[in-house]
């Protein structure tokens, strides 16, 4: 493995838990349609862009609705997801996340985000992180969303490496999926789900030491 020069996070599900926040609006979404959807349906939406989880819960209950119908439940989705993380904080930040980040800071390893999110910069603010990144690229950024690997490839250019270099960590089988796509090394965190798809598996980032890649 080549050295490690930078570490590329997903945000929602490895940074901060707000995947539960995203699950709930869903579910509302689905409801207002007549489409049950529990737990696991949420696990095909992990990593997935807006406009992709909302076709995935129509094709779920077999439903076709207008475009107009279609983006006024995204408008109204993002609006009950965005109203339930009002309150996020850096108590919020998933077990080593903060302590990895300033060791990576401390040892000169680059720091990017790679997140389907358009709410990506807003929910980094509310973390009081966000001075941490060398790069953020959200789902604003991209044209391809994951499974594709654009989001991470734009994060290793712009932090000038190779992705060989770089340690994706991921919570999303989208997620894992890209980065594998896109020849980074493909870290698995939280979701035991996808731990066979990664190269390795960590309940979360406390069991994962920077000095043993960097
Ligand atoms: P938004 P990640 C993803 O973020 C979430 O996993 C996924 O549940 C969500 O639908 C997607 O962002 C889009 O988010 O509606 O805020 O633009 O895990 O790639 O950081
Ligand atoms: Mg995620």
Known sequence: MDKIKGLIFDLDGVIVTTEHNHFIAWQRTANALGIDFQEEHNELLKGVSRADSLKKILDLGSKSISSEEFE?????????????????????????????LLKAKSKG??????????????????????????????????????????????????????PSECIVFEDAASGITAAK?????????????????????FNDLTEFSLEAYA
């Open 109 to 162: 390893v680059q720091l990017g985000i790679g997140s389907s999110s358009k709410n990506a910069k807003f929910i980094l603010t509310l973390l009081k992180i966000d001075h941490l990144f060398d790069v953020v690229i959200d789902g604003n950024g991209v044209t391809d969303p994951k499974p594709h690997p654009e989001v991470f490839l734009n994060g290793a250019n712009a932090l000038g490496l190779k």
């Open 72 to 100: 006024a439940l995204l408008k109204s989705k993002n609006d009950f997801y965005v109203d339930s993380i009002q309150e996020l904080n850096q108590s919020d930040l998933l077990p080593g996340v903060l302590d990895l």
């Open 181 to 201: 796509a896109g020849g980074f090394h493909a870290f698995a965190v939280g979701n035991p789900h996808i731990a066979e798809m990664a190269e390795k598996y």
